[in-house]
C-alpha cells in the first residue's frame, strides 16, 4: 500500500506493454483514417475542402507520432517515462480503447451523403422563400444556364424579384426531395451548402414542375434538369396561403450517378 | 439504420474537424513543458484577482486555438501553477479572443462590424468576470471530485509524494484529472499530470524536454481524445434525432431568438473559427443579437467541449461555468438589442 497506484490488483487491468501498444495503434489508426479521407476524396463528405490542407497535415504528424513511438518502444529501454503505476489504470486503457475502435470503425465504414431525410429535418421548406444571406460572394456574371442550385439561390437572394428571371434558361443539378407542401408534379431539386464540416450543412432547393408524377424520381436520386425558369404561385411552407416563386419548368430530365463531391461551399 | 449511418457521419463530421485543432492544442500545451521560465512566466501575471482574469482573458492571443485546443492548454496552464480564476478565464475567452477567430469573424460580418466588435468585448467581459469569481474560490477542495479528495487526502501519501514537497503547494484543483469510478474507489484518468510534474523539478528524471514532450503529446492526446469522441457521439445523436427545425421554431422574438441561438451554438458544437460562416446562414432569419448570443456562447459551451473540460473539472463546476456563461451572454445580447 505504500503507492496508492500500486494497490489496485493488477488481474483486471491491460498490461503496460499493451497500453504502449495501444498508443502506437491509436496513432498509426487515425493517421490512416485521415489519409484515407483525404486519398479517396471523402473528406469532401465531412469537412470543405478549405481544411484539406490541415487534414493531410494532421495525418502525417499522427503518423510521424505512431512511427516515432513505435522506434522508441523497439529500442525499449529508451524509454522509461510511461509510469506503469499510472499507466496501467483501467480508464486510460478505456480512452485508447474508444480511440482506436471509432478509428477502425470509420476506415471500415465509409461516410455516408447527406440525404433529403436530413434535408427535410434541417428544414429545407424555409428555403421555398429563398431568403438566406449567403457567406459567398455570388458570381453575377455567370450565365443562367451555366448557374448551379447555388447560384440560383444566390442570385435570388440578392434581388429576390422572381420574375426577373422568367424565360431564363436553366441547367441545375441536384438531390430530389418530395416536399409534403408541393404538389403532386413538383419535386424540389436541392443541394447541400458546407461552411464548416457535415453538422454545419443546410440545404438549399429550387421547385421543379414535371410533366408528370414526381413517383418516377424518388428522393435521393440525383437529376440533371434543364429548361426554363417560371413564375408561379406555390403554397408556401404553411400552406395557408399561396407565394409567387421561381420555377423550373423541366424540359429534359436526366439521372445521374451521385457526385463524389455532392456539396456545394 | 439510415439514421444511425448519418449519425455516425456527422460523428466523424465533428472529429476529423476537431482533431487537427487538438493535435494543434496538444502539441501547443506540450510545447510549454520547453518553457524554462514558466514561473517567472506566471509571477508577472498580476496578482489582483481582476486584472489577473482580464490577463488570463487576453492569453488567447498568444495560443490561437479554439475550443477543441483550449482545454490541454488551459491544462498545462494550471499544472504550471496559474490560479484557477486566470485559467478559466484563459478557458473561456480564447476560443474567441484570438486573432484567427476575430480574422474569420471579420470575415463573414464584415459588413456588420458591430457584430464583430462586440463578439470580441462581451466574450472578454464573460469571461473576465467567471474568472473574477472563480479567482475568489480559494478552498480548492470544493472544484474537486470528492472522491479525489478522500483518495489525495485521506490515504498516505506516497513515496513519490513525499520526495517532491512542491507538489503540495500545486492548488490540489491540478492533480485532478478525470475520474471514472471503479471498484468504488475513484481512478484518475489523467497520468499525463503527474508526468508533466518532473518538469518542475528536472533533477528527478534522466529524461531530456523531447522525451517528455513526447510522452505528453501522446498522453494528452489520447485522453482529450477519448473525452472529445464522447462529447462528439452526443452532439451527433443530438443533431440527428432533434430536428433542427425544433430549436429554430422557438426563435421568434427578441428573447426566445437568444436563447434559440445559444442552444442551437450548445448543441451544433462546431470550432470557433468558422462558426461565424455558419452563423452567417441565419443571419436573414435572426436577429443580430442572437447571432451575436450564438458566437459568445458557441465557443465557451458547446456539448464536444464539455466532455474535454471534464478532465479538468468536476461536473458541478462546468455547470456553475455553464449557468453563468448563460446568463451573462443572454443580458449582453439583450442589452445589445435594445441599442441596436
Known amino acids: 500500500m505504500s503507492n496508492s497506484f500500486l ?26 483514417l485521415l489519409l484515407k479521407y483525404a486519398i479517396t476524396g471523402q473528406y469532401k463528405l465531412l469537412i470543405h475542402p478549405n481544411y484539406f490542407s490541415l487534414i493531410v ?27 506503469d503505476e499510472h499507466i496501467t489504470l483501467l480508464p486510460t486503457g478505456w ?37 438566406r444571406s449567403q457567406p459567398q460572394a455570388f458570381r453575377t456574371s455567370t450565365k443562367p444556364e451555366e448557374r448551379t442550385i447555388i447560384d440560383w439561390v444566390r442570385t435570388l437572394n440578392a434581388y429576390p424579384e422572381p420574375d426577373a428571371y422568367a424565360g431564363q434558361p436553366a441547367n441545375v443539378t441536384g438531390f430530389v426531395i418530395h416536399l409534403p407542401e408541393l404538389p403532386d408534379n413538383y419535386l424540389l431539386l436541392s443541394r447541400f451548402i458546407v461552411t464548416c464540416c457535415a453538422v454545419d450543412a443546410y440545404p438549399v432547393g429550387i421547385p421543379i414542375k414535371l410533366e408528370g408524377n414526381r413517383t418516377a424520381y424518388p428522393p435521393d436520386s440525383w437529376l440533371t434538369v434543364t429548361g426554363t425558369m417560371v413564375t408561379e404561385n406555390l403554397a408556401s411552407t404553411d400552406s395557408k396561403t399561396t407565394k409567387r416563386q421561381l420555377i423550373l419548368a423541366a424540359k429534359t430530365i436526366k439521372s445521374i450517378p451521385t457526385p463524389a463531391d455532392p456539396y456545394d461551399y | 439504420m439510415t439514421q444511425l449511418h448519418n449519425a455516425f457521419t456527422l460523428f466523424l463530421s465533428l472529429l476529423v474537424e476537431a482533431m487537427p485543432f487538438l493535435l494543434l492544442g496538444v502539441l501547443l500545451s506540450s510545447s510549454l513543458l520547453f518553457l524554462t521560465d514558466e ?17 488570463g482573458s487576453c492569453v488567447g492571443f498568444l495560443f490561437p486555438v479554439c475550443e477543441c485546443g483550449n482545454v490541454p492548454v488551459a491544462r498545462r496552464l494550471l499544472i504550471k501553477g496559474v490560479s484557477p480564476g486566470v485559467a478559466v478565464a484563459f478557458l473561456l475567452a480564447a476560443p474567441t479572443i484570438n486573432p484567427v477567430v476575430i480574422w474569420s469573424t471579420w470575415v463573414a460580418f464584415g459588413e456588420q462590424p458591430q457584430i464583430v466588435i462586440f463578439r470580441v468585448l462581451f466574450s472578454l467581459a464573460i469571461a473576465t468576470l467567471i474568472g473574477f469569481v472563480f479567482s475568489w474560490q480559494v478552498e480548492s477542495k470544493s472544484i474537486l471530485q470528492p472522491a479525489l479528495v478522500k483518495l489525495l487526502w485521506a490515504k498516505t501519501p506516497s513515496p513519490k509524494f513525499s520526495q517532491e514537497p512542491q507538489l503540495e503547494r500545486v492548488p490540489a484543483l491540478l492533480q485532478s484529472g478525470t475520474f471514472l469510478l471503479d471498484r468504488g474507489e475513484a481512478l484518475p484518468m489523467d497520468g499525463s499530470l503527474f508526468d508533466a510534474l518532473p518538469s518542475f523539478t528536472p533533477s528527478t528524471t534522466s529524461l531530456s524536454k523531447s522525451q517528455l514532450f513526447l510522452n505528453n503529446v501522446v498522453q494528452e492526446l489520447r485522453e482529450l481524445g477519448g473525452m472529445l469522441i464522447l462529447g462528439s457521439a452526443i452532439a451527433a445523436t443530438i443533431q440527428v434525432f432533434v430536428p433542427r427545425e425544433f430549436i429554430l421554431h422557438l426563435g421568434q422574438d427578441t428573447i426566445t431568438s437568444i436563447l434559440a441561438m445559444m442552444l442551437l451554438a450548445a448543441v451544433v458544437s462546431i470550432c470557433s473559427t468558422v462558426d461565424s460562416f455558419f452563423a452567417l446562414s441565419f443571419a436573414a432569419t435572426f436577429t443580430s443579437s442572437s447571432l451575436l448570443a450564438f458566437l459568445i456562447f458557441g465557443p465557451m459551451i458547446d456539448i464536444k467541449g464539455i466532455g474535454l473540460m471534464l478532465s479538468i473539472f468536476k461536473p458541478r463546476i462546468i455547470a456553475y461555468i455553464f449557468a453563468i456563461a448563460a446568463q451573462l451572454t443572454f443580458i449582453f445580447t439583450l442589452t445589445y438589442s435594445y441599442f441596436f
Do not use: C, E, H
Not at chain 1, 19 to 25: Q, S
Not at chain 1, 67 to 74: E, G, H
Not at chain 1, 119 to 130: D, F, K, Q, W, Y
Not at chain 2, 39 to 55: E, S
Open chain 1, 7 to 32: 494497490s489496485f490488483p493488477k488481474n483486471n487491468q491491460p498490461s503496460p506493454k499493451f497500453l504502449r501498444w495501444l498508443d502506437v495503434l491509436v496513432l498509426l489508426a487515425w493517421g490512416l
Open chain 1, 57 to 83: 497535415v494532421s495525418s502525417i504528424v499522427l503518423l510521424g507520432l505512431g512511427l516515432l513511438k513505435t522506434f522508441i518502444y523497439w529500442q525499449s529501454s529508451l524509454d522509461t517515462i510511461d509510469n
Open chain 1, 95 to 131: 480512452s485508447g480503447t474508444l480511440l482506436l475502435v471509432v478509428a477502425i470503425a470509420g476506415l471500415m465504414i465509409s461516410p455516408r451523403v447527406l440525404n433529403s431525410d436530413t434535408a427535410l429535418a434541417r428544414g429545407v421548406s424555409n428555403t421555398l422563400p429563398l431568403t
Open chain 2, 39 to 55: 514561473r517567472k512566466l506566471i509571477n508577472k501575471l498580476p496578482k489582483n484577482p481582476f486584472l489577473g482574469a482580464l490577463v
